[in-house]
């Protein structure tokens, strides 16, 4: 059965608003402006004792942020993806992979002769 009266639903006994008496001072703070390629502009937050890092990933774009305002980090090349015969292309010249071809070839056709199954 629900309840009746008057009390705030999703309150409790000692919630409230917590001044700095009851939650100690806060550290000082110094706010960090980073700069991304896309011209976005973000403040961050750190404590004074905290040393800033020198790049942020922007949280608009994710593109990595600077410092510096006339000459922010490049956005990153997206290289596209390979596939596995892309990677064997780098590996192994046309010459290579003939030969190795030929040699497949030749197992297969001497395992026929001699009667064996293959799968």
């Known amino acids: 059965m629900a309840g009746g009266g008057n009390a705030i639903r999703g309150s409790r006994v000692g919630a409230g608003p917590m001044g700095e008496a009851e ?3 806060a550290a000082a703070r110094q706010a960090v402006t980073y700069f991304c390629s896309h011209e ?3 403040v961050v937050t750190f404590a004074v004792e905290a040393t800033a890092p020198a790049s942020w990933d922007c949280p608009k774009c994710g593109l990595p942020a600077s410092l510096d305002s006339d000459n922010p980090p490049p956005a990153p090349k997206i290289e596209p993806y390979k596939t596995h015969l892309a990677y064997v292309k ?3 010249s046309e010459t290579e992979a003939a030969d190795i071809l030929h040699e497949a070839v030749a197992l297969l ?3 026929r002769k001699a ?3 293959i799968f």
């Open 23 to 25: 939650r100690g001072e």
């Open 40 to 42: 976005h502009r973000s």
């Open 90 to 92: 780098e590996r192994r």
């Open 109 to 111: 056709r001497s395992r």
């Open 115 to 117: 009667g064996e199954i």
